[in-house]
C-alpha cells in the first residue's frame, strides 16, 4: 500500500470525549468509540467507567470503577480541553449515572448524545434497574440526541415495536423524557430492517437504509452514536451529522471482520483497507 500523504493537523480539531465502558476486544465501548471519532475526523477523548471481560463469543464480567475516579478522569480533561461533543456509553450502576450527570451539568459540554447501553449481545445486563430510573431522570433531559435500538426503545416505551408506525410513535413517547431529539435505530425493525426513526419534538424524519445481514456487528450502536456526535461536533446539523453517520457505519457493517470465533466487530477503518493501491 502506498504512503498516505502528509496532512498537517488543523489547528481547530473538534475534541470528542466518550464515557463509557472498557471493551478488550476492541469492537465496542470506548475503544470502538474512539476507533469511530478518529475515523470521523475528530480526536477522541475518554472516560473510563466500567472494565469489562469480553470476547466475540461472551460477555464475562464487568468491574465498575470507584466514583472517585470516574470524577478525576472528567475533571482533568475539562481543566485542559475544550470539548466539542460528548457521546454516553455504558454507565452501569446508578451511582455512576448520577456521577456523570452532576459533572455535565456543571461543565455545560455540548452536543451530549447518549446510547442508552442496557445489555451486551448475548443479553448480559449492562445496566441496573436503579440505573435506569436515574438515567431517565438525571441525564437523559441534558441530551442533544438519545439513540436508543429497538430493544431499548421496547424497554423505555414498555410496548412492543415491530412495524415503523410503532417505531414512530415509540419515538415521541421517548422523547417525552426530555431530550431534545430521539433516534429509535431500526437494526431490529421486523418491518424495515436498518430503518431509524428521528423524532425532535416537531416532525419525524426517516432514514432508510440498506440492511446488511452480517453476524459481524459487534459496538455497532456505540460507534454510530460516536459517529454522529463527531458529526455534531463539526457543526453539522443533526439531520446532517445522522446522515453521514448512517453512511459511516453501514460501510462498516459491510466491511465487518471476521475476527475470533464468535460476532467479530465492524471496520472502523475500512477506508483505507479499501484504497485504491496502484
Not at 443479553?123 to 433531559?141: F, M, T, V, W
Request: net charge positive; glycine share 8%; hydrophobic share 40%.
Amino acid at each position: 500500500m502506498k504512503p498516505l500523504p502528509y496532512n498537517p493537523i488543523p489547528k481547530n480539531i473538534p475534541l470528542v470525549l466518550s464515557i463509557a465502558g472498557s471493551d478488550p476486544s476492541g469492537g465496542a465501548g470506548i475503544q470502538g468509540d474512539i476507533k469511530a471519532i478518529q475515523a470521523n475526523g475528530a480526536f477522541a477523548l475518554s472516560v473510563i467507567t466500567t472494565v469489562t471481560a469480553q470476547n466475540s463469543l461472551k460477555f464475562h464480567s464487568s468491574y465498575a470503577l470507584p466514583i472517585h475516579v470516574i470524577e478525576a478522569q472528567m475533571q482533568s480533561l475539562l481543566e485542559d480541553f475544550q470539548i466539542s461533543a460528548v457521546k454516553i456509553g455504558m454507565l452501569s450502576s446508578q451511582e455512576i449515572v448520577k456521577c456523570v450527570a452532576i459533572f455535565l451539568k456543571k461543565a455545560a459540554l455540548p452536543n451530549l448524545v447518549i446510547d442508552p447501553v442496557m445489555r451486551s449481545k448475548d443479553q448480559s445486563l449492562l445496566l441496573k434497574n436503579n440505573a435506569l430510573e436515574s438515567l431517565k431522570k438525571d441525564l437523559i433531559p441534558l441530551s442533544r440526541l438519545l439513540t436508543p435500538n429497538i430493544p431499548e426503545a421496547e424497554i423505555f416505551t414498555g410496548k412492543k415495536i415491530e412495524t415503523l408506525a410503532e417505531s414512530e410513535a415509540a419515538a415521541r413517547n421517548i422523547y417525552d423524557l426530555g431530550c431534545q431529539a430521539v433516534l429509535v435505530k431500526g437494526g431490529h425493525l421486523l418491518e424495515s430492517p436498518g430503518h431509524d426513526i428521528l423524532f425532535d419534538g416537531k416532525k419525524i424524519t426517516h432514514f432508510s437504509g440498506t440492511f446488511i445481514d452480517s453476524p459481524h456487528t459487534h459496538g455497532t450502536g456505540c460507534s454510530y452514536a460516536s459517529a454522529i456526535a463527531t458529526q455534531l461536533a463539526f457543526g453539522l446539523t443533526l439531520k446532517e451529522a445522522i446522515t453521514t453517520a448512517k453512511y459511516y457505519i453501514t460501510e462498516t457493517i459491510r466491511n465487518g471482520l471476521k475476527i475470533g470465533h464468535g460476532k467479530g466487530p465492524t471496520d472502523h477503518f475500512y477506508f483505507l483497507r479499501n484504497r485504491n493501491t496502484e
